[in-house]
Nanobody, 124 residues
Framework: QVTLVESGGGLVQAGGSLRLSCAASGRSFSTSAMGWFRQAPGKEREFVAAIDWNGRSIDYADSVKGRFTISRDNAKNTVYLQMNNLKPEDTAAYYC?????????????????WGQGTQVTVSS
């Protein structure tokens, strides 16, 4: 069992930055793939970024490439999402997810554990 708690969301102006954190409890964090997804009102949950168990394999949605960076610290059981040059279209609830496998996962269905989400609002 893995419990995930996100933090770091908030209100920021366009062009600004935020760093989201996801603290995980559970013995399997260091061998689990981790990911970030987001969901805007009236839209489906969409993939943002994913990282494998040791941080060597990373994947991003095209919409965030060059602006967002996913990373993890297995010693702290934490995964991060650094978001730079934020745009109003990045406004959404952001969710952290953990998988049961070590390799990167980009499909929400393949993740086993989810956090409660943290809201990111970008004003124009």
């Amino acid at each position: 069992q893995v419990t995930l708690v996100e933090s770091g969301g908030g209100l920021v102006q366009a062009g600004g930055s935020l760093r989201l954190s996801c603290a995980a409890s559970g013995r399997s964090f260091s061998t689990s793939a981790m990911g970030w997804f987001r969901q805007a009102p009236g839209k489906e949950r969409e993939f943002v970024a994913a990282i494998d168990w040791n941080g060597r394999s990373i994947d991003y949605a095209d919409s965030v490439k060059g602006r967002f960076t996913i990373s993890r610290d297995n010693a702290k059981n934490t995964v991060y999402l650094q978001m730079n040059n934020l745009k109003p279209e990045d406004t959404a609830a952001y969710y952290c997810a953990a998988g049961r496998v070590p390799y990167t996962i980009t499909i929400a269905y393949d993740y086993s554990y989810w956090g409660q989400g943290t809201q990111v609002t970008v004003s124009s």
